[in-house]
Structures are given as C-alpha cells and as structure tokens.
C-alpha cells in the first residue's frame, strides 16, 4: 500500500486524496489490524456517510476485536436504512446467535436467505446460514417434542 493514510502519518510521501480508505480498511483487516482498519474504515465513513457497505465492514472488525454490541448497534443502524441489506442480516444472526437470542437470529438468517447473494465467493456464507437455519429450527423441534412428552 504506497499512498496509505498510516504512511502519511509516519511521512510516507502521497497526496491523502489519492487514498482509498475503504480498500486500505479492508486490507488492513485481512492482515489482522483491526483497530488500524477501524481507524481507516471510519475515514471512508467521512466520505461517504451512511454507505452500508463501509458500515458493513466496520461492524466486521468490531466483531474481531471482540466489541459484539457495538456490531451489533452497527448492524441494525445499517438495516434501519436498508431492510434488505443482506449482509447486515447475516452478521446480525450470527452475533444473536452467540448471544443466545435464537428467535431473532431466525428471523435475520431467513430474511438473509430469501434474498441470497449470487456471487460465488458468497456460497459458502449461504450454505452455513442454511446449515444454521436448519440447526436451529430442527433444535426448536426436538426441544417443542420434549416438553410437549
């Protein structure tokens, strides 16, 4: 990353409008920085207010470092604005899920799976919210079975 915002501060050359901020955020979070692409990911904010996508990832990286209610608060700030977001519903279930808000993890993983993502590198995500929709839902009726004997 030639032109990054971290260069800059430690007097790497470049001009800060030529900075990606979103893609260095992302960058920064595959290679396990996550404060530093929080920090990156909140100056794409900046530019673009409100964009889910950007949103979206910093929700990610407070899910990294272990800040759950904050990604959360994130996740529903994003689907507030945008219902269908399917990402937002995705990261959502799995973090009630966690929590052990199952009901309301259903409704998100539904809500994500009416709507799925086509792109290919999303048929994994697809496949495990399948596999935990029907985790969940064979659990509620096992769980019904048991306390209706």
């Known amino acids: 990353m030639a032109n990054t915002f971290w260069n800059k501060i430690l007097g790497g050359s470049g001009k800060a409008e030529d900075v990606d901020y979103y893609e260095e955020g992302v960058a920064l979070?595959?290679?396990?920085?996550y404060h530093d692409a929080l920090t990156s990911l909140r100056l794409a904010l900046k530019e673009s207010p409100g964009d889910p996508i950007v949103l979206q990832q910093i929700a990610i990286m407070y899910t990294r470092i272990g800040m759950d209610e904050e990604?959360?608060?994130?996740?529903?700030h994003v689907l507030s604005r945008n219902p269908g977001e399917p990402g937002a519903h995705y990261g959502l279930a799995f973090l009630l899920l966690r929590g052990g808000k199952q009901e309301e993890a259903v409704?998100?993983?539904?809500?994500?799976?009416?709507?799925?993502p086509v792109a290919a590198s999303a048929?994994?995500?697809?496949?495990?919210?399948?596999?935990?929709?029907?985790?969940i839902l064979g659990e509620d009726s096992r769980a019904r079975a048991r306390s209706s004997a």
């Open 71 to 76: 990604a959360v608060k994130t996740y529903r």
């Open 123 to 135: 048929a994994r995500h697809v496949a495990y919210a399948h596999a935990a929709l029907k985790d």
């Open 107 to 116: 409704e998100h993983l539904s809500a994500f799976l009416e709507y799925p």
């Open 29 to 33: 979070g595959r290679a396990g920085r």
